[in-house]
């Protein structure tokens, strides 16, 4: 294969996923079926970890969707090509556009917090991998409807003391003495 004996020995320890196909549905309405297929060789010596989950993830770059993939890594065994068929409910309420799809391969774990700890990568070099996502790209759908469009930034924050320029949230009884952090302070006329 062009390459020594320890080298291949070395890229092939463990077990090593080469994403060989991916298709997914081109355009859905907010709560259809999207059709995922995809076919995955095991080309390391090892048999997969009992300890992983898959899901999908369907990401726009403002916010994300995930669910369970449904399906068993289990049987991607050490040798063989795996064709998978995946299919999940969008959800009703997701915002029109383009959504990227992605699988992650992580832990088995009950906390969401760490679902991209020991995410999986495919083998493939060229393949589009989301180290924020911790997961593998598999296309895009256009999802119908209006598209979100992000809020206008807030202005910036002041930092804390009197602005007279700003209108006074709440009305200042100048008889009451008014704390702030660790100092009070009483207000005689203006």
Known sequence: YGTDVWQFIRTHIGYRYVLRKASVSQKLDPGDALKID?????????????????EI???????????????????????????????????????????????????????????????????????KYSEELGANYLGTVTVSGKEYTAPEAPSPVQPAGYFPS???ALKIDPSEKISFLDRSYTFKGD
Do not use: M, Q
Request: net charge negative.
């Open 38 to 54: 995809i076919s995955v060789e095991n080309t390391g010596f090892s048999e997969p970890p009992k300890n992983k989950e898959a």
């Open 57 to 127: 993830i369907l990401s726009n770059g403002i916010s994300s969707v995930s669910c369970p993939a449904g399906i068993d890594i289990n049987k991607w065994l050490s040798g063989e090509k795996t064709d998978e068929h995946i299919e999940i409910n969008i959800p009703s309420n997701i915002s029109g556009g383009k959504w990227d799809v992605y699988l992650r391969i992580s832990e088995y774990n009950k906390d969401a917090a760490y679902d991209t700890a020991l995410c999986t990568r495919f083998a493939n070099n060229d393949l």
């Open 166 to 168: 700003s209108p006074a």
